[in-house]
């Protein structure tokens, strides 16, 4: 795909120069840096995964948050600046901003983007292009959290799910190995039967036979970005799309592709609205479907817990293979650290392996980097199909059209504040919201990004 085989094209020669510069230049962004609490107030959007992190946690927590890095009027000026959150999509959040040649508004009603498809050097480099006065290396992606992609069924009507797994931790369930996930979305499994991993089964018989309808998401989401990364870590050949192209898994995870699916997985469905909440209620209101979704949201409808929904019920979600592709003993993951209860818990990749898919090791060296390679792996210690999620910040707010130091302050501010590690800081309060807090080893270069931002 031409769209993508461009962004590759940029030399390791420039990245490595841009990223030396923004090394050169945290020493001057951190001592021009605003008093605290001084700022704008703001409203970030993006992707739809982050809308309870955003509005239901760090928002809130940013106003009321005793936490030093908070702005609830006790710290820095003592100033209440707002932050608000839109939630639309990481598609949406992106274009905004000009990806895909779209209309960017860089105002303090669009200060910061939440994202789990993180931009590509094209992406960067049309984002970056909106700059009125040239600032090197200016956008910053700021790892703010992990979650779990969650696979939700429903099975055909009056049918229930068994599987043979021995001291089974997850009866009237199926579970889903890697490969059998994989061609499900490309559409070579197209009916229940053939779902067979670890004795997996429908009742009656006659569920079998019936049809699997697979339900996407309307929009270019973070969600499906990340599930095509990690289809395309179990498979990463080509096949014919919708579009009437040949990539791979990899090639339509991102940009233009997002959208697009194999031609082979005939008459995928999409909700009428955008969002996941959207697909997890069109999946629960479609007997015979499979879909997919950030954690959160699949726990927030009521048909994919106990006591109208989960184990044993037509409309559960799945254990996913977390030992490899096609071993001869699978092993199997529950998204959430709780199982599927009607409870919150954490989403269950605290362990969770990441890599660079570019081949440099994970971490990129900077938040000026880009990040769109990384992914998990198929073999995991925890749930394998989680991301990270991010906030899309600049260093130099007033350097785009409509920016102001006022709106980067407050970004800066709550950026510090969601990625604090104390008990009322942003990682601490997002525990036990489906989400998982950041690994440690990357709460200092978030940091020392967000520091950046300004």
């Known amino acids: 795909m031409r769209f993508l085989s461009a962004r590759r094209s940029i030399p390791v ?137 969650v696979v939700i069924v429903h099975l055909p009507a009056g049918c229930t799910a068994s599987n043979t797994i021995k001291k089974n931790p997850w009866p009237g369930r199926l579970v889903i190995g890697n490969p059998t996930l994989q061609k499900i979305f490309l559409g070579t499994i197209n009916t229940w039967g053939e779902i067979t991993d670890s004795g997996d089964t429908l009742s009656p018989a006659g569920c079998n036979s019936d049809s699997i309808t697979r339900v996407v998401r309307l929009d270019s989401a973070g969600s499906t970005h990340v599930l095509k990364k990690y289809l395309d870590l179990i498979n990463s050949s080509k096949f014919e799309t919708e579009a009437a192209t040949t990539e791979s898994w990899g090639e339509i995870a991102e940009g233009t592709g997002n959208t697009v699916w194999p031609k082979a997985a005939i008459g995928v469905v999409r909700p009428a609205k955008t969002g996941d909440s959207a697909l997890v209620s069109k999946v629960a209101e479609t007997p015979g479907s499979i879909g997919y979704a950030g954690l959160a949201d699949a726990r927030a409808n009521s048909a994919f817990v106990p006591a109208t929904g989960g184990p044993g019920t037509s409309t559960f979600w799945v254990p996913i293979e977390n030992n490899g592709t096609g071993v001869a003993k699978p092993k199997y993951a529950d998204p959430s650290t709780d199982g599927e209860s009607a409870s919150t818990a954490n989403a269950h990749c605290e362990k969770t392996k990441y890599t660079n898919g570019s081949g440099t090791k994970f971490p990129p060296k900077l938040t000026a980097d880009t990040w769109n390679e990384v992914t998990t792996e198929t073999k995991e210690k925890a749930y394998p199909i989680c991301a990270l999620t991010y906030e899309l910040a600049l260093s130099d707010y007033s350097a785009y059209p409509l920016g102001t130091a006022e709106e980067g302050t407050t970004v800066n501010n709550y950026l510090l504040f969601q990625l604090n590690t104390e008990a009322n800081g942003g990682q601490g309060l997002i525990v036990n919201h489906d989400y998982e807090p950041l690994p440690t080893k990357l709460i200092k270069e978030a940091t020392a990004g967000s520091k950046l931002v300004g």
Do not use: R
């Open 13 to 149: 020669c420039i990245l490595a120069a841009v990223s030396s510069v923004a090394l050169a230049s945290v020493g001057t962004a951190g001592a021009s840096a605003a008093t605290q609490c001084s700022g704008a107030s703001i409203t970030g959007q993006g992707a739809a995964v982050m809308k309870i992190a955003e509005q239901n946690v760090w928002g809130p927590g940013f106003h009321t948050s005793t936490n030093a890095m908070a702005c609830s009027g006790t710290q820095g000026s003592d100033g209440l600046p707002e932050v608000h959150y839109t939630s639309s999509s990481s598609g949406i959040g992106l274009e905004s901003w000009g990806v895909n040649h779209g209309v960017a508004s860089f105002a303090s009603t669009n200060a910061f983007v939440g994202t789990e498809e993180p931009p590509n050097p094209t992406d960067k480099t049309e984002i970056e292009a909106n700059e009125t006065t040239k600032v090197a290396n200016s956008l910053q992606t700021i790892p703010v959290a992990q979650e779990s992609i």
